[in-house]
């Protein structure tokens, strides 16, 4: 990385690649000073909070960047059979802690793993290794002995055409052994039960105390994770559907019949408010959810949300599990005009248990800052991985623009704007000009080069046609033009005929 500027003062360096980027991802939000301030307090306090402000001015990095900031996930959600009601699953919740005693209950089992030549005979037999003619040991799979071509069959002597059947049954690879034997050992002076069974091309061997064991196990009901232990605390749910963001039951065509279908438990899925719990959910643009809102805020009320199928004409529809957690940090963002939009009741309860910001978009033009526009700039062509750096000739001209932008779009004097995001792109194409070039660095030549293409189209239509009014009233004449020859052109406003 190299030395890093200090002081304010990046003069010393040669080009983007000597600064040393921050560590800590809020630290490296540029120019929201208060935000990022009150982004720490939230993470650490777990409060919500509502960022205001145009695009492109850091407010997904904020919400990326909290989640460095909270703890770990404690928790794991489970959806649990109900073998009494079962389209009513339950739900349970498994610390850390009883997640790896489970884990150390399952691996105690002591289970012996033998060859099946070293297992007894009958076993052996019984599961389909050992040809009962001339005891060769061979893959269970294979119902024929490759050593004396004899059906590898226990004989039945339930009839006088015993043998046929069994001959018969090996030739379409039918065999009668089975994947489990039961039988008897002794211990000492004592007689206890012993299973065998197929595990792979291995025998397993079951004692009475393993088989206690395993017997408790299956005494459980069975459960599926639905939100499990080790995940990401960061859920970005935006432009997310009701369905994704509340959870839902998939569909079974057998209607979850238990002999035929799945079972409703096995069909849950979790919604992005349950697997934001003890973490942060994400929801840029919340206002056009409409009234989803009311779910989010039902949801942070009572920090948990039933999941149920949300598809009428679904098997699932009929299945619903209650009281599944969802207890979340709410980072949502809008534009400054539909501010108006979000639900009052929302913006009571952020404002109740959180924090409200006006994301800054512009930022003095002080030495400072130019330092921050360096190290912003070096953040890019990191993140970005395909670009060279640049040199601090070239940093100059960003600034230099984003100077420009300040005055032209927020109407700031000798300020820097923090619309970063489009200027972002201005660099990857000065960035992709030089690696076109075979350049080690980003020069001011490329970034003169990439000023010249990287405008928004309008300003090119502006360009050409002098106003965006008098390029519509081009293009429609022309438009106009060549369908006639083509088409009559009905001007619908005024011709209605067609009603």
């Known amino acids: 990385m190299g030395s890093s500027f200090v002081n304010a003062d990046y003069s010393d360096l040669v080009d983007t690649s000597q600064v040393k980027i921050p560590s800590s991802p809020l630290d490296r939000i540029i120019g929201q000073a208060e935000a990022v301030r009150l982004a720490k307090i939230s993470a650490s306090q777990a409060r919500h909070l509502l960022l ?37 699953p339950f739900v349970e919740i498994k610390s850390a802690a009883e997640i790896m005693a489970e884990k150390d209950e399952e691996s105690s089992i002591e289970e012996q793993v033998l060859d099946p030549g070293d297992a007894p005979p009958f076993a052996a037999e019984r599961l389909g290794f050992r040809c009962p003619r001339c005891g060769f040991i061979s893959s269970f799979t294979e119902t024929v002995c490759p050593n004396c071509n004899a059906p590898k069959t226990q004989v039945s002597q339930s009839g006088p055409f015993g043998d046929v059947f069994n001959v018969l049954g090996a030739a379409f690879g039918v065999q009668n052994n089975t994947d489990r034997v039961t039988s008897t ?200 991985g395909k670009i060279p750096h640049m040199e601090i000739s070239a940093c100059n001209l960003v600034m230099e623009e984003g100077k420009r932008r300040a005055k032209e779009v927020d109407h700031k004097d000798n ?6 995001r489009e200027l972002g792109g201005l660099i990857r194409a000065a960035g992709d000009i030089a690696k ?34 008098a390029a519509y009233d081009i293009e429609n004449s022309l438009s106009q033009k060549s369908n006639q020859y083509e088409m009559p052109f009905h001007n619908y406003n005024e011709d209605r005929s067609y009603l």
């Open 52 to 88: 205001v402000g145009p695009p492109g001015v850091g407010k997904s990095m904020i919400a990326q960047a909290m989640s460095f900031y909270i703890r770990r996930p404690t928790e794991e959600i489970r959806a649990v059979h109900n073998p009494l009601r079962p389209e009513r």
């Open 185 to 384: 050992r002794r211990v000492g002076d004592k007689e206890e039960v012993v299973i065998y069974e197929r595990s792979g091309e291995k025998i397993k061997v079951l004692d009475e105390r393993a088989l206690e064991k395993k017997r408790k196990q299956e005494k459980k009901s069975p459960s599926k994770v639905i939100v499990p232990l080790d995940r990401n605390p960061f859920v970005l749910a935006t432009g997310a559907s009701e369905t994704e963001l509340l959870g839902d039951v998939r569909h079974d065509p057998y209607g979850g019949h238990p002999h035929l279908g799945t079972l409703p438990y096995e069909r849950v899925v979790a919604g992005s408010i349950h697997d934001a719990h003890q973490g942060v959910l994400f929801i840029d643009e919340i206002s056009h959810l409409g009234h989803i809102q009311r779910y989010i805020l039902t949801a942070m009320q009572e920090k948990s949300f039933p999941i149920t199928g949300r598809n009428p004409q679904s098997a699932g529809a009929s299945v619903r599990m209650d009281k599944v957690p969802c207890n979340f940090i709410l980072v949502a963002a809008c534009n400054i005009n539909d501010l108006q939009y979000i639900l009052s009741p929302l913006r009571s309860r952020i404002l109740g248990s959180g924090y409200e910001v006006l994301m800054d978009t512009s930022i003095p033009d002080t030495p400072e800052n130019r330092v921050k526009y360096v190290q912003f700039i070096s953040q890019e062509i990191t993140s970005d």
């Open 415 to 420: 300020s820097l704007t923090l619309r970063l």
């Open 436 to 469: 076109t070039e075979g350049a080690s660095l980003i020069t001011s030549a490329h970034l003169k080069d990439a000023l010249k293409i990287y405008i928004p189209v309008e300003e090119k239509i502006k360009k050409v046609y002098g106003n965006l009014g």
